[in-house]
C-alpha cells in the first residue's frame, strides 16, 4: 500500500482546492460541481498512474411527493470506487453514499454522480474553502426559513427523510432542518455527522 498512498498524497496535493462554480439559483448557493470535482481529480490520477474502477449499489429507491405535489423518485446509491495504482497492482477503495430525486428517469443518475463527487471529496480532503458551520445567521440569532421550526398543515401529512425517504416526526425534521438545512432521518443525521 505504500506506493498508491504515495501516489495518492500527490493527488491530494494537486486538488486540494476546487472553487465553487456552480449556482443554485432557487436555494440561493454556490457549490462545487460535479464535473469540477471529477476534472481535476480525474487529470491528477491518471497523470499519477492511477486507475479508477466504480461499482455503484442502488441502496434505497422510493416514490415521495414534492412540494408542488407532484410523485418523484427518490433513490440513495452507494458506490465504491476502487482505485488501482497501475505500475505497483495496490488498490484502495473509497465510499461515497448519494440521494438523486426526479419525476423522470435521472434519480439513480444524480445519486451516482453525488456520491462519486463526495467519495472523492471526502477521500480526497478536498476543500471549497468554506465552513458550512460557519452560518453567521445563526451566530447572529437572525431566523431564516431554514430555521422556522415546521408545521404540520394536517394530520395526514407525510414527512420523509430527503436522503433515504423513511418517515420521520415532525421534531426530528424540526431539528434536522436547523443544523443540516434539510429533513433527515436520524440515520441519516448520523452518516452526515460521520462525514462532517
Do not use: W
Request: proline share 2%.
Amino acid at each position: 500500500m505504500q506506493q498508491i498512498a504515495g501516489k495518492l498524497v500527490k493527488v491530494m496535493e494537486e486538488c486540494s482546492n476546487i472553487r465553487k462554480n456552480g449556482i443554485n439559483d432557487f436555494h440561493h448557493y454556490k457549490y462545487a460541481t460535479s464535473a469540477d470535482v471529477l476534472e481535476k481529480v480525474n487529470a491528477s490520477l491518471v497523470r499519477h498512474k492511477v486507475a479508477t474502477i466504480v461499482a455503484p449499489e442502488i441502496t434505497s429507491s422510493n416514490d415521495v411527493i414534492n412540494n408542488k405535489g407532484n410523485a418523484e423518485h427518490l433513490v440513495t446509491v452507494k458506490v465504491n470506487i476502487t482505485l488501482v495504482d497501475t505500475e505497483s497492482g495496490e488498490s484502495i477503495v473509497v465510499t461515497g453514499f448519494g440521494s438523486g430525486q426526479d419525476g423522470g428517469d435521472k434519480a439513480v443518475m444524480k445519486a451516482q454522480t453525488a456520491a462519486i463527487k463526495y467519495a472523492y471529496m471526502l477521500s480526497l480532503a478536498i476543500s471549497t474553502n468554506d465552513d458550512p458551520e460557519a452560518d453567521s445567521r445563526t451566530d447572529e440569532n437572525v431566523s431564516s426559513p431554514l430555521e422556522q421550526p415546521l408545521k404540520r398543515e394536517n394530520a395526514n401529512d407525510t414527512l420523509l427523510c430527503s436522503d433515504c425517504g423513511v418517515k420521520v416526526s415532525i421534531g426530528v425534521k424540526n431539528v434536522s432542518i436547523k443544523k443540516y438545512g434539510k429533513s433527515l432521518c436520524m440515520k441519516c443525521q448520523k452518516k452526515s455527522q460521520a462525514i462532517a
